[in-house]
C-alpha cells in the first residue's frame, strides 16, 4: 500500500499561530482557581480562548499552537483537535502544548519568549515564513491577513497591533512611538509618564528565523525575565531591527480583571453592542453540546437579556447574561448579573449585580449582591465553580465566595 507522506508529515507553511494561554489569571480571582483565564465563560456560550481561535480560522492560519500550563484540564478537553473551530485539517490543526519536558521532570514556561523557546521544536516542522503570537485572553475580531499583509510590506523583523487609548490609561499597556510610515521608535511597557496613546494588543507577527536568534540569546541571558514586551522587542529594537506599529480601529478588550469581564458581557445588552455574536460573516466559534432549547414559562419575566440553549426559565431575569443549562426557579430574580453554566438559583432567591461561576447551587430565599446597579467602585459578587449558597443567606456586594 502507498503512504501519502504529505498526509502524514508536516507540510510547510507560511504563517503559524501560538496563543499564549497559561496565564493564571489571578485578577480574575476565584473565577480562574479551578480554570485557566482563556477558559473563563463570556457572553453566556462562548470561552475567552474561542476568539483567538475564531480569528485564525476566518484568517486563513489553520495550524495553531496552544500553549498551557495552569489548571490545563479544561482548557485541553475544551480545544480538543480544534475541530470546533474548523482546524482540524488534514494538514493543520490545534495543538495543546504543555510545558517541555525533560527527563523525568518539567520546566515551568518562565515568561511569554520562554513558551515560544520551548516550542521551537514544534514551530520547526513547519518551517513559517512568519510566526503570529497571539494572547489567550482578550475579546476581539480581527482579520490577521490585513495585519500579515502589512508586515510583508514592510519587510518587517516584527509587527505589533495596537489600538489608540485614552493617555491617561495608557500607563496600564505597553505602549508604542512610531514616525509617520508607522515604524516603531520607541517601547515602554507600562510607563509611568506614556508619551503616547498606542497601546501593544498582545498581537505580534515575526519574521521567524530572526526571531529565533533573539529567543536563543534571551533564553542565555540569566537576568531576563523572558518575556516580549520586558525583554525581546526592547532587544530588537535597541538593535536597529525593523519594527512596525499596525493600528486596528475595531473593538478590543482586556478581560483579566473581575470589572472588566463583568464590563465586557454587559457590553453586550447594549442598544449598540461593540462586538456582534450575530454576524454570520463572522461568527465566534465554540465547543458546546446540543442542548435542548430554553423553556421559558408563562410566569416568567424576561428584560434585555440573552439566555442560552438548555436553560429553564420561571423567575424573572433583567438586564442579565444566562450561560446553558441554568434553572431560575419561581420567584427568583436575577438582575445585571453573569450566570455560568449548570447554576441553580432556587425560589425566591435574588441575584443582583454578580458573576456566578458553573454548577454554584444558590438555595431559596438567598440574596447575592446589592439591590442595585453597581456604585462607581463596581463592587461586583463573585460566587465560585461549585458554591452552595445556603438557603436564606446573604452573600454582601464586592465578595468573592470561593469553594
Known amino acids: 500500500m502507498q503512504i501519502d507522506a504529505e498526509r502524514i508529515m508536516p507540510r510547510k507553511k507560511k504563517t503559524v499561530a501560538m496563543i499564549l494561554a497559561g496565564g493564571q489569571g489571578s485578577r480574575l480571582g476565584v473565577l480562574t482557581a479551578e480554570k485557566a483565564k482563556p477558559a473563563v465563560g463570556y457572553g453566556g456560550k462562548y470561552r475567552i480562548i474561542d476568539f483567538p481561535l475564531s480569528n485564525c480560522a476566518y484568517s486563513g492560519i489553520d495550524t495553531v499552537g496552544v500553549m498551557t500550563q495552569y489548571r490545563p484540564l479544561e482548557l485541553n478537553t475544551y480545544i480538543g483537535t480544534g475541530s470546533a473551530w474548523n482546524l482540524d485539517t488534514m494538514t493543520g490543526g490545534a495543538y495543546v502544548l504543555p510545558p517541555y519536558s525533560v527527563g523525568e521532570s518539567g520546566e515551568w514556561y518562565s515568561g511569554t519568549a520562554n513558551a515560544i523557546f520551548q516550542n521551537s521544536g514544534f514551530i520547526e516542522q513547519f518551517d513559517p515564513d512568519i510566526l503570529l503570537v497571539l494572547s489567550g485572553d ?17 519587510g518587517a523583523a516584527a509587527t505589533i497591533a495596537v489600538i489608540k487609548v485614552p493617555l491617561e490609561e495608557a500607563s496600564r499597556f505597553g505602549i508604542m512611538s512610531a514616525d509617520d510610515d508607522m515604524r516603531i521608535t520607541e517601547f515602554a511597557e507600562k510607563p509611568e509618564h506614556p508619551e503616547s496613546d498606542l497601546a501593544s494588543m498582545g498581537v505580534y507577527a515575526f519574521d521567524w528565523k530572526t526571531l529565533r ?13 523572558n518575556d516580549f514586551g520586558q525583554n525581546i522587542i ?17 473593538y478590543w478588550k482586556d478581560v483579566g480583571t473581575i470589572e472588566s469581564l463583568w464590563e465586557a458581557n454587559m457590553e453586550l445588552l447594549s ?28 410566569c416568567a419575566r424576561i428584560t434585555n437579556s440573552m439566555i442560552c440553549e438548555g436553560c429553564r426559565i420561571y423567575g424573572t431575569v433583567e438586564h442579565s447574561l444566562i450561560s446553558p443549562r441554568v434553572l431560575v426557579e419561581k420567584g427568583a430574580l436575577v438582575k445585571d448579573s453573569i450566570i455560568m453554566d449548570d447554576t441553580r438559583i432556587r425560589a425566591g432567591a435574588q441575584v443582583f449585580s454578580s458573576i456566578i461561576d458553573e454548577e454554584v447551587e444558590v438555595e ?3 440574596i447575592v449582591g446589592a439591590g442595585k446597579a453597581p456604585a ?4 461586583i459578587t463573585v460566587i465560585a465553580n461549585g458554591v452552595r449558597v ?12 470561593g469553594s
Open 234 to 250: 526592547p532587544a530588537m529594537l535597541d538593535a536597529g531591527e525593523k519594527l512596525y506599529a499596525y493600528e486596528y480601529g475595531g
Open 213 to 225: 536568534a533573539y529567543l536563543a540569546a534571551d533564553e542565555a541571558d540569566p537576568g531576563s525575565s
Open 138 to 154: 482578550h475579546i476581539y475580531k480581527m482579520n490577521y491577513k490585513w495585519m500579515l499583509a502589512a508586515h510583508e510590506k514592510h
Open 271 to 298: 442598544d449598540e453592542p461593540p462586538i456582534d455574536l450575530y454576524d454570520e460573516g463572522w461568527r465566534i466559534f465554540s465547543r458546546n453540546p446540543n442542548d435542548p432549547p430554553q423553556y421559558i414559562d408563562s
Open 390 to 401: 445556603d438557603q436564606g443567606a446573604t452573600v454582601p456586594a464586592g465578595t468573592e465566595l
Open 376 to 379: 462607581p467602585e463596581k463592587k
Open 364 to 366: 431559596a430565599d438567598a
